[in-house]
């Protein structure tokens, strides 16, 4: 009995070892953020053990040494998770996207207000060349501005003036500020605003022309693919700079431009889904729930930092 009962202790020790790879074959990520990511998937779509370790594996490959952040990233790992995710957790991962009715190439941003997300400070770049001394006029230039308007908006929510007087001060008010801002810098500092925002464009650019080159290899698409699809694009982009310049004449209402924008922008993913064959069309569907989701992540993180310690006020 004794020799029976030493070979089995042997075994158990051996298969609750922590680190049992029989048990554990994961692959550890080097960045948190993926760590996290590659966690929601599994958790969310209730990954099987196996779906869960390739998951990692794809992460890691093409994540690692941050990776994650180079133009075309989640087209590389779409392009693998298609043959590696099974039916059910595919159909998982596009439920809500399904649910929402969410389109694969895009849909028009219309505003709505001031209740979206606020966006970064709009006059970083002018303070990055800024002198300390300048730094305090502008700061003094910007209070005195924000009175203004503030009263502007007093007088409006009170009924003494009308929507249609105040939208005319507030745009005077806007370019008199302009004109201090631009009394304000040097030719200098004007002139390296210019080159800044020239930097910044053609670093958008060449991202954009980098991610577009790894999504046209992943889905292997054709030149004639690529044709019809730049092509798609620019038709809608064209058609929608159109609606626009109608209202901004005042030819057509807020209604009539949002109507028209979602009938362009669902021509435009009819068109450019017919333009794909089924398994590149998975692989673009897959990139899109993945998109989703990253973004999904990120607002969530950026949430609880806000909730965290208060950040310190320049």
């Known amino acids: 009995m004794k020799k029976l009962i030493l070979p089995i202790s042997i075994l158990l020790l051996f298969a609750v070892g922590c680190d049992n790879p029989m048990l554990d074959n994961r692959v550890e990520l080097d960045n948190s953020e993926l760590q996290d990511f590659s966690s929601e998937l599994a958790s969310d779509l209730g990954l099987s053990k196996t779906s869960a370790s390739a998951v990692n594996d794809v992460l890691n490959r093409h994540g690692r040494g941050g990776k994650h952040k180079e133009p075309g990233f989640l087209w590389k790992v779409a392009g693998e998770l298609a043959d590696k995710l099974s039916d059910e957790e595919k159909a998982r991962l596009f439920e ?29 770049v002018i303070k990055k060349v800024l002198t300390d001394d300048q730094k305090v006029t502008f700061k003094a230039i910007k209070i005195a501005y924000k009175e203004k308007f503030k009263v502007i908006n007093e007088q409006v929510k009170d009924g003494t003036l009308s929507k249609e007087d105040a939208k005319a001060q507030k745009n005077a008010l806007k370019e008199a500020f302009k004109a201090e801002i631009d009394a304000l810098l040097t030719d200098e500092q004007k002139a390296q605003l210019e080159q800044n925002k020239a930097d910044r464009k053609e670093k958008r650019k060449a991202y954009k022309d980098s991610t577009k080159a790894v999504k046209i290899a992943v889905l292997g698409m054709t030149q004639d693919q690529v044709s019809a699809f730049d092509a ?29 924008l979602k009938n362009i922008f669902a021509a435009k993913n009819e068109k450019m889904a017919g333009i794909f064959d089924d398994s590149q069309l998975e692989i673009i569907k897959i990139h899109k729930a993945l998109s989703l ?4 992540h990120k607002s969530k993180k950026g949430k609880k930092g806000k909730g965290g310690s208060k950040s310190k006020k320049g």
């Open 232 to 260: 798609a694009n620019q038709e809608a982009r064209d058609a929608a700079k159109a609606l626009f310049e109608k209202s901004k004449n005042g030819d057509i209402d807020k209604d009539t431009l949002r109507e028209g």
């Open 293 to 296: 989701r990253k973004k999904k």
């Open 96 to 124: 809500k996207m399904e649910e929402k009715e969410i389109p694969l190439f895009g849909t028009p941003k219309i505003k709505k207000g001031k209740k979206g997300k606020k966006s970064k400070d709009p006059f970083s």
